[in-house]
């Protein structure tokens, strides 16, 4: 049902999409968090919602079973989608927000999504609660009140989501970037300084700092499919930027690793 919810972090509203049967936008205090087709959850609105899912889409082996965790769920599109394309995942979503997931699960039909369980509680301490070398997939997609929550973007973080991951495992995870581009070069600098190998993707205008916007980064501790990923971009109907190896390391060199005592 169409309306507006209360919710720990402020106020949802549920809007149907008017052209698009079957499309609900889920938002917090108006800030837009989640777009969920409930007949075709391949159907990705958001821009960087595609952006997550052609790394997943490039993993290998295609269209196979991932153990996922997610740590922030909201509408539960990126659960959706893998559910729908690698059939047989295992997965489980961390959420901070429980009248939010209470709301999902009534009003977004969660439940029908197969193998897919939700949890309550923070991000930061749950993570360590996980058995170790059993994470395929990890994505990281979480906020509060439109701003993500400072512990996952630390040092202290990352060391637990290299513990959780298996060797190939990979960590995905999406930035709210600000106007100056300052705080989302520090939350880049530490995953480059947390994983050998990582990616970043996004529009010009948001790496440059001239608009704020998404960016969605992929690490690992093994090679990461990047040209499978940079062909996929090729494609997109959007211009969109591929950082890797120097270029990467160019973007963040004049950004601050962060701590849990000093979190953006």
């Known amino acids: 049902m169409p309306g507006r919810y209360p919710v720990r ?111 309550l509680g923070d991000g930061f301490t749950e993570i360590g609660t996980l058995r170790a070398d059993t994470v395929d997939l990890l994505v990281v997609d979480a906020f509060e009140r439109a701003v993500m929550p400072g512990g996952l973007a630390t040092p202290e973080f990352l060391i637990q989501a290299g513990r959780v991951l298996r060797d ?31 990616l970043v993707m996004a529009e010009s205008a948001v790496l440059r700092g001239r608009r704020s916007g998404n960016l969605v980064v992929a690490a690992s501790r093994t090679p990461l499919p990047v040209d499978a990923v940079a062909g996929r971009l090729a494609r997109a109907p959007f211009p969109v930027r591929l950082l890797t190896g120097e270029t990467l390391d160019r973007y963040v060199s004049a950004a601050r690793s962060t701590t849990t005592a000093q979190t953006p």
């Open 9 to 119: 972090f402020g106020t949802a509203e549920l809007l149907a999409d008017a052209d698009r049967p079957g499309g609900w936008l889920l938002t917090v205090d108006d800030v837009p968090q989640s777009y969920v087709h409930l007949d075709d959850p391949t159907h990705l609105e958001f821009d960087y919602v595609r952006r997550m899912a052609e790394v997943i889409d490039a993993l290998e082996p295609c269209g196979g079973a991932l153990h996922a965790v997610h740590i922030g769920g909201g509408g539960c599109t990126v659960p959706r989608y893998l559910a729908a394309t690698r059939p047989g995942s295992r997965q489980l979503v961390i959420e901070a927000d429980g009248p939010l997931a209470e709301l999902v699960r009534e009003q977004l039909a969660l439940r029908s999504v197969p193998q897919l369980r939700v949890r």
């Open 168 to 198: 190939a495992g990979v960590y995905l995870l999406n930035v709210a970037a600000d106007p100056t581009g300052a705080v989302s070069r520090q939350i880049v600098a530490a995953v480059a300084a947390g994983f050998p190998h990582r």
